[in-house]
């Protein structure tokens, strides 16, 4: 996720069960920070909801996870184009921007 040190890496090997790890610290692939689901809706809002649980003191009915709104397909990658929220989760982004690289 540009500029913010954060790496996301989907797994969608079966649809119907879309999985996502987020990590900054070098565990993405055996101990991420985040883990969850991920799912993309018909209006463009790709949600990544947590499997953690929220972080202290958090009581939003959402979290944890992250939303971004009005998500276009870009030659690098995916943008948001209206908001990224990120809701009682670790990790804490405000970058709308994703850049995807092949396997």
Same mark, same amino acid.
């Given at each position: ?29 055996? $101990? *991420?920070?985040?883990? @969850?689901?991920?799912?993309? /809706? =018909?209006?463009? &809002? ?13 009581? $939003? *009915?959402?979290?944890? @996870?992250?939303?971004?709104? /009005? =998500?276009?397909? &870009? ?24 850049? =995807?690289?092949?396997?």
């Amino acid at each position: 996720m540009q500029g913010t040190g954060m790496l996301l890496a989907i797994e969608a090997r079966d649809p119907a069960n879309v999985t996502y790890r987020l990590d900054d610290q070098g565990s993405l692939a055996g $101990d *991420p920070v985040d883990r @969850g689901t991920l799912s993309l /809706d =018909v209006r463009g &809002t790709l949600a990544l909801v947590s499997d953690n649980p929220p972080v202290d003191g958090c009581s $939003d *009915p959402r979290a944890p @996870g992250i939303r971004f709104n /009005d =998500v276009v397909i &870009t030659e690098l990658g995916f943008q948001a184009s209206q908001s990224v929220e990120s809701v009682c989760i670790d990790a804490n982004l405000t970058t709308s921007w994703i850049r =995807v690289a092949g396997p």
